[in-house]
């Protein structure tokens, strides 16, 4: 026993360097295989996280990538209005027409873009406008101060002068909004001038009398802007006119058919708007 003891001793004395470096080596073991287990969940946990934000781990500082991964990866970006076309046709009945190039002072907000009904077969076919014997002289109509020349113009076409109270100013003012405010100052001039025309060859002696007599629905409640302010002035107190031709009725097809008016006298569209005389005085 006393032997086997001593070789024991001798043995771990005589090895003691060796055991010392496998201790070592051993611990040294432990402590990288720790630290990869540990990096190895930090990592798993960020991953998650990232995924889970919507966010980029590579642009986690960015305001617009953090906006971006909320609202599913994309911006919204507002984009300048397409400015419609002038062209006074709404449908393909409608005579050709262009607005006046040489008005760059007066008011030029965009009218809505020129539609077509959704029905392409109206229960109420469109009236045509009565083809002219010969071309229309666009520059003449515009060199006169009319806003819009037309292809069928009545050369004969005048209509007096009118005064407006300032009843009669601030109400046509409003009509002008609530009938075609989203015609902007052309479109304001086309309802002032059927207001005018009424008021000419009809007798009528007050806007408010037009308006009830001609069965004008549109809203005088909502105000009025300075694009109908200077359609009144324009129609009015200068005495012009949008186009050469008598303007008594009008309608938007867009929300009602009217065989009454299709049977009238079409003159003109203006984004959407249609325009008529009557057939005689």
Excluded at 132 to 161: E, R
Excluded at 227 to 242: G, K, L, S, T
Aim: hydrophobic share 35%; glycine share 6%; aromatic share 8%.
């Amino acid at each position: 026993m006393v032997t086997m003891k001593k070789r024991i001793k001798e043995f771990f004395k005589d090895k003691k360097n060796i055991i010392a470096l496998i201790c070592v080596l051993s611990v040294t073991v432990m402590l990288v295989v720790s630290t990869l287990i540990t990096n190895s969940v930090l990592y798993g946990n960020n991953q998650k996280n990232s995924s889970a934000s919507g966010v980029s781990p590579n642009n986690a500082d960015s305001p617009l990538q953090e906006n971006e991964g909320r609202a599913g990866g994309t911006s919204s970006i507002s984009t300048p209005e397409t400015k419609p076309d002038t062209t006074a046709s709404a449908d393909s009945t409608a005579p050709a027409a262009s607005v006046n190039p040489t008005l760059p002072t007066l008011p030029t907000k965009p009218t809505q873009p020129t539609t077509t009904p959704a029905s392409t077969e109206p229960s109420v076919p469109y009236a045509t406008a009565i083809k002219p014997d010969a071309p229309a002289d666009y520059q003449t109509q515009w060199d006169m101060g009319y806003l819009i020349a037309i292809d069928n113009p009545d050369t004969t076409y005048m209509c007096a002068s009118v005064t407006l109270t300032e009843e009669d100013r601030d109400l046509l003012e409003r009509l002008c909004m609530g009938e075609f405010g989203s015609g902007g100052f052309i479109g304001a001039c086309l309802i002032a001038q059927s207001v005018k025309d009424a008021m000419c060859f009809d007798g009528y002696s007050s806007v408010a009398e037009v308006i009830r007599e001609c069965r004008y629905t549109g809203s005088t409640d909502m105000g009025t802007n300075d694009e109908c302010r200077q359609a009144v002035r324009y129609i009015f107190d200068e005495n012009h006119d949008a186009v050469q031709h008598r303007l008594m009725y009008m309608y938007n097809p867009r929300m009602v058919q009217s065989n009454f008016h299709e049977s009238q006298n079409f003159i003109l569209s203006y984004s959407g708007i249609r325009f008529f005389d009557r057939w005689g005085h």
